[in-house]
């Protein structure tokens, strides 16, 4: 149900369920946080895309597999929040490679990487309520951070779909891809990632979540610690070295 590949220093997992529009089961649930924790640990890697075979990126919970005996807080428990506090949690950057529609925890799986790169044909839909449901696997968390509370409410509520050129708008989507620019746009934002200083990512992951309910003393205190941890890494040295010698710098993630 996953497709996983590290190629150009970068870790690729596809969510391959075509035919069910990648929704999720439990086999999806499982493969997906092993791939992350395999992209995590392989030194190989310096950034993760996701994305979807076929043509939606996921449809959120397979509806099929689940019904009125199953216990939806133990599901999300055991199998949507580890994927979403893994994804918060891996020092790497993660890029979502939105190539058509985004429902349900599908949507919750794009809001919760760190960019959204969307196909002009995708779109993003809370379709939650229309199943008498409400969001879930973070969503809650991150569309009123990302879009602010009234649109987060209207989106949650109304459940319209998002199409891309609002997404872009409204700053959830990083950039929209034309259809015959998605692989190379994809493969070179990706490769942009993959060369950046990666601890220095890691850190800007971690203090931008601890920035939320912390006050100005905490959060200054965050980054006087974490600059002094980036301050040592030899991606830093490299900066500075690059910068004074006038030239581009080679970043290896370390
Ligand atoms: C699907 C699904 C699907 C199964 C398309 N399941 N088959 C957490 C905890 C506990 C419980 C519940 O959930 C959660 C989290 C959640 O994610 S809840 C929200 C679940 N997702 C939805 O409600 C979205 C349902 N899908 C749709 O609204 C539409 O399929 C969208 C808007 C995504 C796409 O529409 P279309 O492009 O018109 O495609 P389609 O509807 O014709 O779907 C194609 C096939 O995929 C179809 O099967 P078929 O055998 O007829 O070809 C659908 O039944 C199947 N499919 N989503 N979530």
Same mark, same amino acid.
């Given at each position: 149900? %996953? ?22 089961? !439990?086999?999806?649930?499982? !493969?997906?946080? /092993? ?79 760190? #960019?959204?790169?969307?196909?002009? /044909? ?5 379709? #939650? ?21 009234? /649109? ?12 891309? !050129? ?8 990083? /950039?929209? %891809? ?10 070179? #934002?990706? =490769? ?28 200054? !205190? ?16 490299? =900066? ?10 080679? #970043?290896? =993630?370390?």
């Amino acid at each position: 149900t %996953i497709l996983y590949e590290v190629k150009d220093s970068a870790a690729w997992i596809t969510l391959n369920r075509p035919e069910k529009l990648n929704s999720f089961n !439990e086999a999806m649930h499982s !493969e997906l946080l /092993k791939a992350l924790e395999d992209a995590e640990n392989d030194d190989g890697a310096r950034a993760i895309v996701i994305t979807g075979a076929g043509r939606a990126f996921s449809a959120g919970q397979d509806l099929a597999e689940v019904d009125q005996s199953t216990d939806y807080g133990e599901l999300l428990r055991s199998r949507y929040n580890p994927i979403i506090q893994k994804m918060s949690g891996i020092g790497k950057p993660i890029i979502a490679a939105v190539n058509g529609t985004a429902a349900g925890a599908g949507f919750s799986l794009a809001l919760a990487a760190d #960019f959204r790169l969307v196909s002009e /044909k995708a779109n993003f839909l809370n379709a #939650f309520i229309h199943i008498g449901l409400v969001p879930d696997s973070g969503n809650t968390y991150y569309l009123p951070r990302m879009v602010g509370h009234a /649109k987060a409410l209207e989106l949650m509520v109304l459940g319209e779909k998002l199409g891309a !050129e609002e997404a872009g708008r409204l700053g959830l989507a990083t /950039k929209v %891809i034309a259809e015959e620019d998605w692989n190379k746009q994809i493969s070179s #934002f990706v =490769g942009r990632l993959a060369s950046m200083p990666t601890k220095a990512i890691a850190l800007i992951k971690e203090g931008l979540v601890q920035s939320w309910g912390a006050s100005l003393a905490e959060v200054l !205190e965050g980054e006087a610690h974490a600059q002094n941890l980036a301050g040592h890494s030899s991606d830093h040295q490299e =900066g500075v070295t690059a910068f004074l010698e006038k030239r581009k710098p080679e #970043f290896k =993630g370390v």
